[in-house]
């Protein structure tokens, strides 16, 4: 370890560490309406960016941890040595990949020269998030600055060129909620924006004035209880019918009291009781909430190479019930919400998001059912994809989480998503079965899928070479028109894992 840390901060974590949020830099080219950031980026008594030296041996630490998964924000992070041509950021992309980290991203507001994408050590980045926060610029711009929807648009779309994996951040504001003139909802429009743009995910965040202190200077922009829950009701029908083509991550944000006392250890996420995450800020603060962004509370500081836990009244833990399964602490401590709770604002059912994942956090939605098969269908013809959903969707233990059109990105969503079980077709232009199996065994070992391939038959040679690769993970060649095949594949393997869960 490079930071000698008090035994309360290791006690703290444990093994549970999974991803670090590193806040480069207190300073950003936009000053938008609901920024949590205003205070830290208005005001420093000193260090304005975290010393690269700190960085390196912040994530190291992390990493050494536990930690997985790295997200690079700010303020604006793409302003990170940028008097330096931003080498200090490119080198801790580097270097950060060097350790180990699965999946290190970056949380930009997509403003800066494009010529950063370019960058060798950029494109290491396993995705780009930009945030826009809304469907066209007369939405976006009077939130986020005039001339940034434009700005942003143009960099997701040469990162798109470039093959970079992207993702959209959008906060729901009252516009968002609002339908245009064929009465669809923004937000709608939204996702719909984000599929035509060939974006690979859309994430969601609430603006909610819920008694925390964000509140005071996050804007006048935020919506109700009541206009939410018919607008997530909508959306979320939409997300589990699978109607859109990209994983949509949507904030439930609020629940009813009965349905968190059924379900109290899903509804009762919350980071700063399962200590997946850290939250490290160029003043020395570390969090685990980013509710309390631009307050005095935290659990530690980082200086002179010590990790020194906060045991003073500042402590951000001192009123959660750690071992408790409650409604989210610090939005409930007013209670002013009648007959529905607060859920943590990282609370997305069903999300496709890697840590959601890792927890296996949808098991506590019932703890006495098998989990749901997490299925990818791969084939080339939309068509065909379609009609095999189709026949696959009654099924209610079965949860199709992509269907991708071609090889490559069929590997690329085994590798994000890590399912249970693919059916793909073997024969596709860009990437065939053999290829998709020796390169998803080579980054997921003993965790790659289950195999299923669409193909009339194969050659001998091809059959082992296949099992040679995956072994008993090759399952079976089927026709894409074989309903009752592909049902008995998924009704037999739903059968076997509640075998071995007895």
């Not at 942003?152 to 609002?178: F, H, P």
């Not at 060939?198 to 996050?218: A, C, M, Q």
């Amino acid at each position: 370890m490079n930071f000698q840390m008090d035994q309360k901060f290791k006690d703290y974590f444990k093994t549970n560490l999974r991803q670090v949020f590193l806040y480069l830099i207190d300073d950003c080219n936009l000053r938008c309406t609901q920024c949590l950031y205003k205070l830290e980026i208005g005001f420093q008594v000193c260090k304005k960016e975290i010393d690269f030296e700190d960085a390196v041996k912040l994530i190291s630490d992390f990493r050494e941890m536990g930690a997985i998964k790295l997200t690079l924000m700010g303020g604006e992070p793409t302003l990170y040595g940028i008097k330096e041509n931003n080498r200090p950021l490119l080198d801790l992309i580097r270097i950060s990949k060097e350790l180990g980290y699965e999946y290190v991203r970056i949380d930009t507001n997509g403003q800066f020269n494009s010529e950063l994408l370019e960058k060798p050590e950029f494109k290491m980045l396993d995705e780009i998030t930009f945030s826009i926060d809304g469907p066209t610029k007369e939405i976006n711009d009077p939130i986020r600055g005039y001339g940034s929807f434009e700005k942003c648009v143009k960099n997701i779309k040469r990162a798109k060129e470039l093959g970079y994996n992207i993702d959209i951040t959008s906060c729901i504001s009252k516009e968002m909620i609002k339908r245009d003139e064929n009465g669809n909802l923004y937000l709608d429009r939204m996702i719909k924006f984000a599929e035509e743009m060939g974006i690979d995910k859309i994430n969601f965040h609430n603006l909610f004035k819920t008694g925390v202190p964000r509140d005071y200077f996050s804007g006048n922009i935020d919506i109700t209880i009541k206009e939410w829950f018919n607008v997530w009701e909508e959306i979320q029908e939409k997300v589990e019918n699978n109607e859109y083509s990209i994983p949509v991550r949507i904030p439930q944000s609020f629940t009813t009291k009965e349905e968190f006392e059924k379900y109290p250890k899903y509804y009762g996420y919350c980071s700063c009781k399962n200590g997946s995450r850290i939250l490290a800020h160029p003043n020395g603060m570390i969090r685990v909430c980013s509710l309390m962004i631009g307050t005095p509370y935290g659990i530690a500081r980082y200086y002179d190479n010590k990790i020194v836990w906060d045991d003073s009244p500042t402590n951000e833990l001192l009123a959660h019930k750690m071992n408790e399964d409650t409604p989210c602490t610090n939005q409930f401590k007013n209670n002013k919400y009648g007959k529905y709770v607060p859920t943590c604002v990282s609370f997305k059912p069903k999300q496709n998001e890697m840590i959601w994942k890792e927890l296996q956090w949808e098991n506590n939605r019932n703890e006495n059912t098998t989990s749901k098969i997490r299925t990818i269908i791969a084939y080339d013809d939309e068509e065909i994809t379609n009609n095999i959903i189709n026949f696959i969707k009654p099924l209610e233990y079965v949860e199709i989480v992509a269907k991708p059109l071609n090889g490559i990105d069929t590997y690329n969503k085994i590798v994000e998503l890590k399912p249970e079980m693919v059916f793909a077709k073997f024969n596709m232009s860009d990437m065939n079965g053999i290829e998709i199996m020796r390169e998803s065994k080579q980054k997921l070992s003993d965790e790659i899928p289950i195999f299923n391939i669409f193909a009339e038959n194969l050659a001998e040679n091809e059959m082992e070479t296949a099992y040679n690769i995956v072994g008993k993970k090759l399952n079976a060649l089927v026709d894409e028109d074989d309903q009752e095949r592909i049902v008995d594949i998924l009704e037999r393997y739903k059968e076997y894992k509640e075998h071995q869960n007895k």
